[in-house]
């Protein structure tokens, strides 16, 4: 079935320390999204990607940062993280002009 | 810029009743999309339901229906015979037609069926 796919489901990383999550999908779709959700809110849109071209939100902090190597993967790079960024991150994917949305399981990020 | 809102933070009902999930959104803008999401519990978002502005008919798909109100900017989600796979959390989305494609999402509402 086609999909979207999110590594790892769960993520421990330490204050500070790198940290890259992963998106794929076999959608074929030309729009990828991520979102931060944290517990028991709406999901908040970081940045998403039209093809190539990348779009960042006004409000998204400088230590995000995104990675759109081919149409099916998509990686969210985060440079230092803080206590405040654990979350939930969801990938997303659309076909331009369809309005609708997939979205992939989560990645749980755990910042200790 | 647009917002959506949702008034009933958590619900519950007991399986096999109906159940009416309340939106109100604000934009000045006339077209758009509406859409109920549902995320269950440690699993992944799924669309529901969806309603372009220009439609005066309700969107209904099987068991989901909803009654969307343009002038009062208003979009509830009715949930007939409720089943125990129908907990989760329900989110209201916005979107422009012709824009960047972008969903404003509401706060959610918790919604939870009883057996």
């Known amino acids: 079935d086609a999909m979207v796919i999110q590594n790892p489901r769960y993520q421990v990383t330490q204050f500070g320390k790198p940290v890259t999550l992963s998106c794929s999908q076999t959608l074929n779709h030309n729009v990828m999204y991520w979102y931060q959700q944290k517990s028991s809110q709406a999901p908040k849109l970081l940045f998403h990607?039209?093809?190539?071209?990348?779009?960042n939100e006004a409000d998204t902090p400088d230590n995000f940062q995104s990675r759109r190597p081919n149409t099916s993967f998509c990686f969210l790079d985060i440079r230092s993280p803080g206590l405040g960024d654990a979350a939930m991150y969801l990938c997303a994917t659309s076909r331009a002009g369809s309005y609708e949305q997939y979205f992939g399981p989560g990645t749980r990020l755990t910042v200790t | 810029a647009q917002t959506v809102t949702q008034s009933q933070p958590e619900m519950s009902v007991q399986e096999a009743e109906t159940v009416t999930l309340s939106c109100t959104y604000d934009?000045?803008?006339?077209?758009?999309?509406l859409f109920w999401y549902k995320q269950p519990p440690s699993r992944q978002m799924i669309l529901v339901i969806r309603q372009e502005a220009y439609k005066q008919q309700n969107a209904t798909e099987n068991r989901f229906s909803v009654n969307f109100q343009k002038a009062a900017k208003s979009f509830s989600l009715k949930i007939s015979d409720s089943q125990l796979g129908d907990t989760a959390m329900y989110f209201c989305a916005f979107t422009f037609i012709f824009g960047n494609e972008k969903l404003t999402f509401g706060t959610g509402t918790r919604l939870t069926i009883i057996p």
């Open positions: 990607y039209y093809d190539k071209d990348f779009n």
């Open positions: 934009t000045s803008e006339n077209n758009y999309y």
